[in-house]
């Protein structure tokens, strides 16, 4: 299954899903029923904006104001989208 991440689209944690910093992992981590998926750098700065409010848009825009210097920020969140979705972290409102 492809999914096409658009601007508009908004996403919530999935169900049976939580967020959170784990500090013995000195990271974002994400905890469901099955186990625990670590986060790395950037993904965490994504998952953490995806609240079921602000769409895709308003996340790329937030990320690119907070880290001015990243370059090729957008389609680097659009993939953790894409690799999100695609695992079942997060579901579309």
């Given at each position: ?10 996403y919530a944690l999935a169900f049976h899903h939580r ?40 996340i790329v825009a937030d990320l690119k104001t907070n ?27």
């Amino acid at each position: 299954m492809e999914i096409s991440i658009q601007h508009s689209d908004i996403y919530a944690l999935a169900f049976h899903h939580r967020f959170q910093w784990e500090e013995a992992q000195q990271s974002y981590v994400i905890l469901f029923p099955e186990g625990m998926v670590k986060l790395h750098g950037g993904a965490g700065e994504v998952i953490k904006r995806v609240d079921g409010k602000a769409s895709v848009g308003d996340i790329v825009a937030d990320l690119k104001t907070n880290f001015p210097d990243a370059v090729g920020i957008e389609a680097d969140i659009i993939g953790m989208f894409e690799m999100a979705y695609g695992k079942a972290w997060i579901r579309k409102v």
